[in-house]
T-cell receptor, first 111, second 110 residues
């Protein structure tokens, strides 16, 4: 089985712009979770989607949003980018009751 | 106080040594996860456990639910074990929303 894929792998944006990141889960996995990793805050949970519905949400401002499509692929969007949004964004997919399988991440730099 | 505390933050060992990384948590959990992150960012799930002990090769994970404590052991450590080891818990009835510790940077010297 192919692993979790994320695109793009690297991204440079300017403050005020918006960005969309994509995550394709392992085939058959219906849950996709998103995480942000920064040197200061470590890993933090953003949100989780299951069958196109957001089931859980972390403590992030409304500028961070996401969605999931019928094929379980997920996107997350960050609007009005700030310097502090520079981070590694990871997604992970899961099938019922199993461990999470992480993608390689998208490294976002905001200048 | 963080919900998930790991110790030590940094650990340097000689090849062959037995290694223990500890994790304490303060909330009720549905499962505890041990993750490994190599330079470059990729994260691999090592264990997911809710009770007892699990073993995979040279890695052993234990959890004591009453004491809210888990340990990750590496036997016969090798330089390729050098990585950041992260403890995370899932709670609130969901295995999909993880709360993470700060991680332990392990360096194994040959």
């Amino acid at each position: 089985k192919a692993g979790v894929t994320q695109t793009p792998r690297y991204l440079i944006k300017t403050r005020g712009q918006q960005v969309t990141l994509s995550c394709s889960p392992i085939s058959g996995h219906r849950s996709v979770s998103w995480y942000q990793q920064t040197p200061g805050q470590g890993l933090q949970f953003l949100f989780e989607y299951f069958s196109e519905t957001q089931r859980n949400k972390g403590n992030f401002p409304g500028r961070f949003s996401g969605r999931q499509f019928s094929n379980s692929r997920s996107e997350m969007n960050v609007s009005t980018l700030e310097l502090g949004d520079s981070a590694l964004y990871l997604c992970a997919s899961t099938s019922r009751g199993s461990e999470q399988y992480f993608g390689p991440g998208t490294r976002l730099t905001v200048t | 106080k963080n919900e998930v505390e790991q110790s030590p933050q940094n650990l340097t060992a000689q090849e062959g040594e037995f290694i223990t990384i500890n994790c304490s948590y303060s909330v009720g959990i549905s499962a505890l996860h041990w993750l490994q992150q190599h330079p470059g960012g990729g994260i691999v799930s090592l264990f997911m456990l809710s009770s007892g002990k699990k073993k995979h090769g040279r890695l052993i994970a234990t959890i004591n639910i009453q004491e809210k404590h888990s340990s990750l052991h590496i036997t016969a450590s090798h330089p390729r074990d050098s990585a950041v080891y992260i403890c995370a818990v899932s709670s609130g009835g969901s295995n999909y929303k993880l709360t993470f510790g700060k991680g332990t940077l392990l360096t194994v010297n040959p």
